[in-house]
């Protein structure tokens, strides 16, 4: 596998305005998570950003930006344009998507999500954890991913996501991480695929691929990373990496 690693921004958040640029120790949120690309060490690394105000910044720190149409719907989307215009000869196989409010994302798990691609049944792959509390699992906010994990694997089928508690009865639930990676022909698929019933009844993006019959498998990480979506996370976000730097 030869992978690139693509991180989709955009400024028009509606809880947290302007989130890429928002100050985290010194740092725009979004050069911390390309500092986090940068250290897996996998490949090239580049933010499809859809304003200029975010190149701009990614610029300033040494870092490779791709202005992309600010009408695009979403990351996936913004991504593979980028991609289009980064890699126009298809020299990179396996494409990850890392969101850009993943500031204090473990490093090693960009490397855990490209493992379930050594299997060829699977076209796209994406990383779960452990649920650890009662209100993790009834939050609508964590998106919940039916799987089940065969003894000493690290990676499952992904059968379904929701944002309800799923699967009922006992047992481990699993904590959806939105970090995809996606075999390059899997990826200019599903951005030509059009809106699904079940993605646009639960808002998930990626049930539109299951709903096409393409497969998911999921790796197993220990925990999930934090992510930045209102004021509240972001203070949280300055106090953990703060500490890091001390």
């Known amino acids: ?29 979004i050069v911390h998570v390309l500092n986090r690309a940068r250290e897996a060490g996998l490949g090239p690394v580049a933010v499809a950003c859809a304003e200029s105000e975010i190149a701009e910044a990614v610029h300033a720190h040494g870092g490779t ?56 049944v699977y076209d796209i792959a994406t990383l779960v954890a452990p649920v650890t509390s009662a209100a993790e699992a009834d939050a ?28 009922s009865g006992e047992g481990v639930l699993w904590h959806h991480i939105g970090v995809y990676a996606y075999r390059r022909s899997s990826l200019a698929t599903f951005v030509t695929l059009p809106e699904s019933p079940l993605e646009r009844r639960e808002k998930l993006e990626q049930l539109r691929a299951l709903e096409a019959g393409m497969r ?5 990480v220990a925990h999930a990373p934090f992510g930045v979506d209102t004021k509240a996370d972001l203070e949280h976000a300055r106090k953990i990496l703060g500490l890091k730097n001390d």
């Not at 693509?6 to 305005?17: D, E, H, K, V, Y």
């Not at 998911?216 to 197993?220: D, K, M, P």
Request: with cysteine; proline share 13%.
């Open 1 to 29: 596998m030869n992978p690139i690693i693509l991180i989709p921004a955009r400024l028009g958040s509606t809880r947290l305005p302007g989130k890429p640029l928002a100050d985290i120790c010194g740092l725009p949120m």
């Open 65 to 120: 930006a791709i202005l992309t149409d600010p009408a695009l719907p979403s990351g996936s989307d913004r991504i593979f344009a980028a991609l289009k215009k980064l890699d126009p000869y298809g020299q990179h196989d396996v494409i990850i998507n890392l969101q850009g409010d993943l500031p204090g994302i473990d490093p090693s798990f960009l490397t855990a999500v490209c493992q379930p691609l050594q299997n060829p």
């Open 140 to 167: 609508p906010s964590v998106v919940k991913c039916a799987c089940a994990f065969a003894p000493d694997e690290e990676v499952a089928t992904a059968l379904y996501f929701s944002r309800s508690k799923i699967p």
């Open 216 to 220: 998911i498998g999921v790796v197993r």
